[in-house]
């Protein structure tokens, strides 16, 4: 099927869709205008089996998480309005040449394990499975938002809903098709993302590793930390 884009259609009689602003994944991403509060919201599109997954996001409720406003069905697709976050994501940062200092690398590391307690601890529990900087959005202001919840896994143990997250951050289970305990998982990811931002490097991935591939330790790649 071709994909037809939203552009200029209007959602519910009251989101007008502006332009994508982001691809990929399980969904794009719209930038919409609210006609009755003029507000800018974000429109996250997903195919309808996913609807399940798309009601239990609008459950979650952190300061460090995109806030769910209104949810829609149409035709094949289902449809979350979410809060607009107008910023960049770590790895745009990074790219940029921003060097951050050990106290934003510090509050990064506190604010991001804290969004990931909070979701392992929901009913069902809520397993990220891909985080990496280019899911981390710092706002101007310093607001760090976790996003794209296309690689989450809900409740334990399942293994139909292994995640394969992304090469250089997906832990060693994620390559495989099994259960796994998703907590350890968002951990691993977490360990990723701190190198990343520590040495400028990707991490490489694991399962080269498990082939006695090795991991350049943090300060050898640059000797100030």
């Not at 035709?75 to 607009?84: F, G, K």
Request: with cysteine; hydrophobic share 35%; glycine share 10%.
């Amino acid at each position: 099927m071709i994909p037809i884009s939203l552009t200029g259609r209007i959602l519910k009689g009251r989101y007008c869709i502006l332009e994508k602003i982001a691809g990929g994944g399980e969904g794009d991403i719209y930038l919409a205008r609210d006609i009755e509060l003029g507000t800018l919201w974000a429109v996250k599109e997903l195919p309808l089996e996913k609807k399940r997954e798309a009601k239990l996001l609008r459950l979650l409720n952190h300061q460090g998480l995109p806030r769910i406003m209104d949810y829609l069905e149409k035709e094949e697709h289902c449809y979350l309005v979410m809060e607009y976050i107008q910023g960049k994501n770590l790895e745009e940062w990074i790219k940029e040449g921003k060097v951050f200092s050990p106290e934003e690398i510090l509050r990064i590391g506190m604010e991001t394990a804290g969004i990931l307690k909070y979701l392992h601890h929901c009913t069902p529990p809520v397993f990220y499975g891909d985080l990496k900087p280019g899911n981390l959005m710092l706002t101007e202001s310093g607001r760090l938002y976790l996003v794209d919840f296309g690689s989450a896994v809900f409740g334990y143990g399942q293994e139909q809903n292994v995640c394969l997250g992304t090469k250089g951050y997906a832990a060693p289970e994620q390559y495989a098709v099994a259960e796994f305990d998703g907590k350890y998982t968002d951990i691993y990811g977490l360990g990723a993302l701190f190198y990343r931002v520590l040495t400028g490097k990707t991490p490489v991935p694991a399962n080269l590793r498990r082939m006695n591939d090795t991991l350049p330790p943090a300060h050898t790649v640059d000797k100030e930390i």
